[in-house]
C-alpha cells in the first residue's frame, strides 16, 4: 500500500522524501546446521512518502508495526539492511549531519554529571567553545526555553523523567536541527509532563522545524496536539495527513470514532483488525500519492558539525572521567581501604619476619612474590574487564562526536590513578614485616615493578572486555585466557623445563613479566643462603641460583620493560578492533 497525502500540500515545501523504502532483518544461520536460526523479517515494507515544513506530525500504530525503525530510518541512523531512498531536500539523510537529530526513546547519561556539565561536554563536542559568547548565550537560551535553567546544577541522577526527556531535548537541540525525530517522547511519564513535552515540542515545530514523534497509547488531548497523522500497521505507511482526512477516511467506510473515545486508540485497533475490514484496505490502496517522483526538492547544504580534533576530544572525555570518578571518589577510597588494605594485611600477617636467606624462606618469599603480583593483576584486569559493557550503550548513541582510538584512549587513563595507587599500599602494608635486604630501596622498586604490571593488566582486562562485550561471554572466556598466562608466571611450574612450543605464551604473559621483574629484583641481591649441613635436599646457595633454577632471565629491566610494553600494545590494539566493531553496529536505538 502506498502513502496518502492531502491533495492540497504544494509541490515546493516538500522536506523530508521517503522512496520506497524497505528495511528487513539478516537471515541467522548456524555454520553447523542448514535451516536458519532466525528467518528473514521485513520491518519496513515499500514505505513511500513526503513529509513537508511545519509538519509537527504523530507516528501511531499499534505494537510491532515498525514506528521505531521508520523513525530512526528518517534520522539516518538505521543500521539493518535496507533498500530504497530517504533525502532531506534532495540530498541523502546521512549526509545531512546537524540538519536531522533523533531524540531516542530511552535515555543514556552518566548519572554523576550534572545537566549543565553534559550540555557543556556535548556542545564542546558538537559546535565549539562553550565558553564563547554566542555560544554560551545559545546554550542559556536552551536551558530558559525548555525550562531547565533551574536545574542546571542538578545531577541527572536526581532528574525525573520528564527533566530527563527535556535534557535528550536540550542535547539534540544544541545543532540548531531542521528536523526532530522523537522516539516516544512521552514514554513513563505522568499525563502532566507528557504534555508539557509535547507543548515544547509543538512549539519547536511552529517556530519552523518539522518534529515526527511515535507515541503510544496518547490521551486524547496528547494526540490533538499533532497537525498531522502518519498511520502504520505491518511495516507499511497506511495513511499520512491531518485528523480530518483520517476521521473522514474511516466514516467512509462506516467505521466511525464512538464519541467522547481516545481517537487515537480507536484507528490503533481499526488497522489491528484490518483483515476483518477489506473494504477499509481496499479504499485505501485506492488512494495513491499523485505528488511523489513530481515534487521539486529545495537543494540546501547541509549544517556542518565541528569535529574537534583528536587531542581535544581526549581532553573533553578526560574532563567528564574525571567528574564522574571524583564524585565516586568515596566508592573508591571504600574499595581500596577494605579491598587492597585488607588483602595487604592478611599478607603482612601471614609472612612476618620471613626472610629468603635460608631454605626454608626460599618458598615463603616466592609465594609473598606470587600474591602480591597476582593480587595486583587479577584486581586491576577485573576491574577494567566490565568499563566498556557498561558504557557500551553509551558509547554507541555518541558514535561520530569522537573516535574510537580517543575513547580508549581515555579509558585506558582512567586506570592510571589505581596502576599507582593499589601497588604503594599493597607493598608498604604486605612488606612492612618482611625482612628485606635494602628494604626501602627494595619496595620502592617492587612498587615500580608491580606499577607497570598494573598497567598490563589495564590493557589486558580492557581487551578481553571490548573482545568479549556479554557478560555471560566473558565469565566463559576469561578463566581459560587467564590459565595458561598465570601459568607462565613460573609460581607454579619451572619455566626452564617448557616445552618449546609453550615458549610464546609465556612472552604475552603480564603475570611472567611481573614475576620476573619481582623476582630479580629481590634474589640478586641475596648473596649467600644458609645450607644446613644434615640437609637430605639439594641446597640452593644463593639467589642467582634461585633465579636460575625458576627459569627468570637475567637482564630483567630491559626485557620486562619491552615485554610489558607489547603486551599493553597487543591487547590495546585488540580493544580496538572490538570497540570498532561495536562502533560498526551503529547508533543504539
Known sequence: MDLIQEDTETESNVVIRINKLKVWTKEEKSWWRRRPNRPKNLILDNVSGCIRENEFAAVIGPSGAGKTTFLVSLAGKVTLPSDGTVTVRGRDVKEMAGVVEIVPQFDVFIDKLTAMEHLVFMTEMKIGDSNEPAIRTKLEGLLKELNLSNLKDTPIVSLSGGERK??????????????????EPTT???????????????????SGRIVVCSVHQPSSDLFNEFTSILLMTEGKLLFHGSHEKCRQLFESVNLHCPKNYNPAEFYIRAVSDLNSHNSVERLMDSYKEEHIGNTTDIQCTPTKMRRRNWFKQVSLLLWRSSLTMKRNL????????????MSSLVLGTCYVGISGTTQRGIQDIRGLLWLMTSEVSFTISYGALYVFESDLTLYRREIGLYSCTAYYVTTFFGFIPRCVVWPIMLVFIATLAVELPDHVLTAVEFTTALMLTAVGSTAYGLGMGALFSSTGLMSEVMPCADLPLFLMSGAFLRLSSLPSWLYPIKYISHFYYGMDAVSNIYWQKIGKIDCPSNSTTPCVEDGAAVLM?????????????????????????????????????????
Not at 197 to 206: D, H, P, Q, R, Y
Not at 330 to 341: A, D, E, P, T, Y
Not at 550 to 574: E, K, N, P
Request: aromatic share 12%; hydrophobic share 45%; proline share 1%.
Open 188 to 206: 513513563g511519564l505522568d499525563s502532566y509532563n507528557a504534555l508539557a513535552v509535547v507543548e515544547i515540542l509543538k512549539k519547536l515545530a511552529s
Open 549 to 589: 633454577e625458576t627459569g627468570y632471565s637475567d637482564h630483567f629491566v630491559l626485557q620486562d620493560t619491552i615485554g610489558l610494553t607489547s603486551v599493553i600494545t597487543m591487547w590495546s590494539l585488540l580493544a580496538y578492533f572490538g570497540l570498532k566493531r561495536q562502533e560498526k553496529k551503529g547508533y543504539a536505538y
Open 330 to 341: 568515596r566508592s573508591h577510597v571504600f574499595q581500596l581501604l577494605f579491598g587492597i588494605m
Open 166 to 183: 527535556l535534557l535528550s531535548l536540550a542535547t539534540s537541540l544544541l545543532s540548531d536541527p531542521q528536523i526532530l525525530i522523537c522516539d
